[in-house]
Each structure stands twice: as C-alpha cells, then as structure tokens.
C-alpha cells in the first residue's frame, strides 16, 4: 500500500522558515517525480514545487522562485520543501504527490500525479 505522510507544517510569522518533509512507503521514491502543491481556503489547489526523478531537476511556481527549494533523499524514501521569507500569502494546506510525470507543462497539474499525501497546514502570520 502507497503511502506519503507530510509533516513540518505550523504557525510561524511572516519571515520564518519551515520545512516540510514527505515520506514515502510502499514504493521507490527515486523512480517517481515529486510535486508540491497547496491550497488555500476557498482557492483551488494550485502548483509549488516539482523535482524530477533522475536529474532531481527542480520547477517552481513564480511566486516562490529563490524562497522555497525543493529536495530529495532517495536513500530515504523522503522529499523536502524548504520555504524561507514566509508570507502570509503563502498560507495553506500543503501537499506532496508523485507520479511518472513528463518534464513538461503537466508537471504543474495535479492531475498528473498518481498518489497524494494528507497534507500538512502551514500558517503564516503577518
């Protein structure tokens, strides 16, 4: 059974860091790309972060270009979101997927990816 289980969310101010973890069991992480996605009340889910599964090429949304990096650790089974200068924009539930995602548009829509984490609140005060 396929499981991914985020974790690292909370309540920091604007400014603040965070990471955010996604572990994996059930499957061979390094053999799937990874995506970040999140949610706001009320709002669509919505694209963040992507990291391939070989290269570990990293794609992020515009507005968190130079603030969030994505990572992996494959020999953990584990893939990260580090999200620095946190603002309150940035205020959601946080999701990890992955998925045989092309390195192409489809990359942003959730839709491409197969499996989904519970997600993890992040909340960022102003």
């Known amino acids: 059974q396929v499981q991914l289980v985020e974790s690292g969310g909370g309540l920091v101010q604007a400014g603040d860091s965070l990471r955010l973890s996604c572990a994996a069991s059930g499957l061979t992480l390094s053999t799937y790309a990874m995506g970040w996605f999140r949610q706001a009340p009320g709002k669509e889910r919505e694209f963040v972060a992507h990291i391939t599964s070989s290269r570990g090429t990293t794609f992020y949304r515009d507005s968190v270009k130079g603030r969030f990096t994505v990572s992996r650790d494959n020999a953990k089974n584990t893939v990260y979101l580090q999200m620095n200068n946190l603002k309150p924009e940035d205020t959601a539930v946080y999701y990890c997927?992955?998925?045989?995602?092309?390195?192409?548009?489809?990359?942003?829509?959730?839709?491409?990816?197969?499996?989904w984490g519970q997600g993890t609140q992040v909340t960022v005060s102003s």
């Open positions: 997927a992955c998925g045989q995602v092309p390195q192409d548009w489809r990359q942003t829509r959730p839709t491409a990816y197969d499996y």
